[in-house]
């Protein structure tokens, strides 16, 4: 038997179009799903834009106020996609008014937002999940699991790298991303958020921290009209980049393992460089976002010497069967989104959380005041563990 749930978006710019696609796909590769996601209402504040979104979507109404979505009975579950600053406001109100939320990272403007919406999910009893979707690629899932089987021996250090030339074009537009007011933090929550994640994923809480911030493209060009992702704007009146380019940080984590997190936003001839390395006492294991479907693995019993294979991720590897029949046929971004829908959905049905929650967002952003503490004071900053939430 399956049921039909009401979803919303609220904000439709990347993110926004991102969840509506995944929720249009999730039953093609999901047809096991309890659910039936129907796309009931798109809220935006950009005029004109909901409608477009419900024009090639099939949203049946669309909205400008997202408060019309809280209110809105049909509505079960809504996708929170609006820029950082409103993720508490909107996250808490739909919560409190019962509807289970899909919201993106870093869940607000810093720690204490991330903790109210966990809160509120917690309070009125809805699931709460939130987009760290490079957890959701099969190879990572596979790479944690190679590391807690012990196959690489006991973990001693990690490099996690998130590197991007989004913001490194001198003529990017001073957007909600830049003002501590709208966006927050700058790297630190765009990447280091995604980064922080996947260090806990896949070597458990950190313990302290210490690093080094920096901004390397100090003004920006006003926009004139509406944007929506990384949009340029030349010849705008410039104003200050108020939050930082990039950051630094080495890492203790609760298991005695160190750990490097490096993330940039102004890196030339970086596209969507974001990775990791893991090392252990028998071995090491390696992954590159821009080639998901693949782990670099170096296991046996050399030490010195001791080879490095490609393995392909395949069917029996996290979600990967859901996706292709074989290994080294290639999965993409967007499937990550539609892995999260899938989790999300079967949350709501089971009543059980499946994926990353608001929780998880809550530890990402107590990792990412720590580093914004210590890059201020110039210390290392004890990290909460297991007591964080
Ligand atoms: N998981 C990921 O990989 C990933 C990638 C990019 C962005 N994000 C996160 O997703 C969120 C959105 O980022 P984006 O890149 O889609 O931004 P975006 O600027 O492309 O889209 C935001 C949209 O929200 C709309 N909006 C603003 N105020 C609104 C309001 N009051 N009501 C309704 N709509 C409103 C804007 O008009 C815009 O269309 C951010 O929190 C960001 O950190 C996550």
């Known amino acids: 038997m399956v049921d039909a749930l009401g979803v919303a978006v609220v904000g439709f710019g990347w993110m926004g179009r991102v969840h509506t696609q995944a929720y249009a796909r999730v039953r093609h590769h999901y ?30 109404s669309t909205a400008r106020d997202w408060r019309e979505v ?11 996609t609006a820029p950082n600053f409103l993720h508490r406001e909107i996250g808490v109100a739909m919560a409190e008014a019962g ?10 403007l810093g720690a204490e937002d ?3 919406v966990a809160d509120a999910v917690a309070r009125a009893g809805v699931q709460g999940a939130v987009g760290f979707n490079y957890r959701n690629a099969p190879a990572v899932e596979a790479a944690r699991e190679l590391i807690a089987s012990g196959e690489i021996g006991a973990v001693t250090h990690v490099r996690v790298r998130m590197f991007s030339d989004y913001a490194a074009h001198p003529e990017g537009a001073l957007t909600w991303r830049y003002e501590r007011e709208r966006g927050g933090s700058g790297v630190l929550g765009d990447l280091a958020s995604h980064g922080a994640d ?3 994923f896949l070597l458990g809480d950190i313990a302290s ?15 004139a009209g509406a944007t929506a992702g990384h949009s340029r704007a030349a010849g705008g009146e410039l104003g200050p980049v108020e939050n930082e380019d990039y950051v630094n940080c080495l890492l203790r984590f609760a298991s005695g393992a160190r750990g490097v997190l490096e993330a940039c936003r102004v890196s030339v001839g970086e596209q ?5 390395e893991v090392h252990g006492t028998s071995g090491a294991v390696f992954w590159d976002f821009r080639r998901m479907n693949e782990l670099g ?17 395949g069917p029996g590897d996290g979600e990967f069967g859901a996706f292709q029949p074989g290994a080294a046929n290639a999965m993409g971004y967007d499937d990550l989104k539609v892995i999260e829908a899938y989790r999300f959905l079967r949350s709501v049905a089971e009543g059980v959380p499946y994926g990353a929650t608001v929780g998880d967002a809550v530890h990402s952003a107590v990792a990412l005041e720590a580093m914004a503490r210590s890059a201020e004071r110039g210390d290392w900053v004890t990290v909460d563990g297991p007591g964080v939430l």
């Open 272 to 276: 969507n460089n974001y990775g990791f």
């Open 209 to 223: 921290l210490t690093a080094d911030t920096a901004v390397f493209l100090p003004e920006r060009a006003r926009p």
């Open 31 to 60: 047809p096991q799903l309890a659910l039936r996601p129907e796309l009931i209402t798109v809220a935006e504040e950009v005029p004109g834009r909901a409608e477009e979104a419900a024009a090639q979507f099939g949203f049946v």
């Open 114 to 116: 991330a903790r109210a």
């Open 70 to 80: 809280a209110a809105d009975p049909r509505v079960r579950a809504v996708s929170i």
């Open 198 to 200: 996947l260090a806990r």
């Open 297 to 313: 693995v170096s296991r046996g019993t050399a030490y010195q010497d001791q080879p490095v294979s490609t393995v392909y991720v």
């Open 99 to 108: 509807k289970h939320i899909w919201i993106e990272k870093p869940v607000g």
